[in-house]
C-alpha cells in the first residue's frame, strides 16, 4: 500500500472509486444515485490505503454528484445503490426537484458564457475588420496658381451639394429600476434578470423568502435572488 502512487486530483479518485467499485461508481455515462451516508460506508472500506485523505475524498464525492450526468440520474423511478450495487430506496420528491434546479441553474450559466464569448468574439472580429480600412486621404490645400499671360482662368469646379445629414436614431435611455421587495412581484409578471454579464427578459414562476423562481425564454427554470431581479 505505502507504494502505491497518491491520486492528487477529484478526477483521479473518482477514476479509482469506479475501478474499486464498478458497481456502484462509473467513469462515463449516467451515474446511479448513491446511498445517503455513502461517505461514511467509503471510509470505512478504505481506511487501509494511503493514497487518498478524507479531504480528498469528500471533494471527489461533491464534484461526482454535482456533474450533469449523476443530476440526469436524480430522477423518478431511480433507486439509491450502495457500494455493492444493492437498491437502497427510493428517491425523495424534494431529492429529485433539487437535483432539476441545479441542472438548470447549470446549463443557463454556460449559455450566459457562450453568449459572452459570441459577443466578444464578434467584437474582436469588428475591430480587425476596422484596422484593415484604408486610411482616410488628407484634403489637398495646394492654392490654385494664377493664370499665365494669355491664358483664361479656368472656371472652379462646383463642390456637390452634400444631403443633409440625418440625425441618429434615438436610443432607448430608459433605466431599469432593480427588485428590492418581492411583495411588489406577482406569479406570471415579466421582468428582466442579470444571468452573467447579460440581461434576460423572465417570467415569475414562484415567489419564496430566499429569492424567485423564475423562466427564461428558452425554457428554463431557475432561482434568483432578489438583487439580480429588475423591472
Known amino acids: 500500500m505505502e507504494n502505491q502512487p497518491k491520486l492528487n486530483s477529484s478526477k483521479e479518485i473518482i477514476a479509482f472509486l469506479a475501478e474499486r467499485f464498478p458497481k456502484c461508481f462509473i467513469a462515463e455515462g449516467e451515474a446511479r444515485p448513491l446511498k445517503v451516508g455513502i461517505f461514511q460506508d467509503l471510509v470505512e472500506d478504505l481506511k487501509d490505503e494511503t493514497q487518498l485523505s478524507k479531504t480528498q475524498l469528500r471533494s471527489a464525492l461533491r464534484l461526482y454528484t454535482s456533474s450533469w450526468r449523476y443530476l440526469y440520474g436524480v430522477k423518478e423511478g431511480a433507486k439509491r445503490v ?45 475591430d480587425k475588420e476596422t484596422s484593415k480600412r484604408p486610411a482616410a486621404k488628407k484634403p489637398n490645400n495646394t492654392r490654385r496658381q494664377p493664370p499665365k499671360e494669355g491664358e483664361k482662368r479656368q472656371p472652379r469646379p462646383q463642390k456637390a451639394t452634400q444631403a443633409p445629414r440625418k440625425a441618429p436614431p434615438r436610443q432607448n435611455t430608459e433605466k431599469l429600476i432593480p427588485v428590492k421587495d418581492t411583495s411588489v412581484l406577482t406569479v406570471g409578471q415579466s421582468l428582466k434578470v442579470n444571468v452573467g454579464s447579460s440581461v434576460m427578459d423572465a417570467t415569475v414562476l414562484e415567489i419564496a423568502k430566499e429569492g424567485v423562481r423564475v423562466q427564461l425564454p428558452n425554457g428554463l427554470a431557475m432561482n434568483v435572488r432578489t438583487e439580480h431581479l429588475k423591472f
Do not use: S, Y
Not at 444493492?86 to 457562450?114: F, M, P, S, W, Y
Open 82 to 126: 450502495d457500494l455493492n450495487g444493492n437498491d437502497c430506496g427510493e428517491l425523495e420528491a424534494e431529492h429529485i426537484e433539487h437535483a432539476r434546479t441545479q441542472l438548470a441553474e447549470a446549463k443557463a450559466r454556460v449559455q450566459a458564457q457562450r453568449a459572452e464569448q459570441r459577443a466578444k468574439k464578434r467584437e474582436a472580429e469588428g
